[in-house]
């Protein structure tokens, strides 16, 4: 059992990965942006916002 997860912690991961996305396509382009600076993302300054999404929901 070490280091796998089963059927419920993969479907709890995609659900709380779902509603992290659905947080983030709510946000602006400049929140994004802020975001992904507090983040540290590389890139950032040329991302368009479904970039920016992507990135911080990665």
């Not at 970039?51 to 990665?58: D, G, K, S, W």
């Given at each position: 059992a070490g280091g796998r997860?089963?059927?419920r912690d993969r479907d709890r991961d995609?659900?709380?990965a779902d509603r992290r996305r659905a947080e983030l396509e709510e946000m602006s382009k400049s929140e994004l942006?802020?975001?992904a600076t507090?983040?540290?993302i590389p890139g950032r300054s040329?991302?368009?916002r479904e970039?920016?999404?992507?990135?911080?929901?990665?």
């Open positions: 997860k089963g059927a995609r659900d709380r942006y802020q975001r507090e983040a540290s040329s991302m368009n970039e920016l999404i992507r990135a911080l929901a990665a």
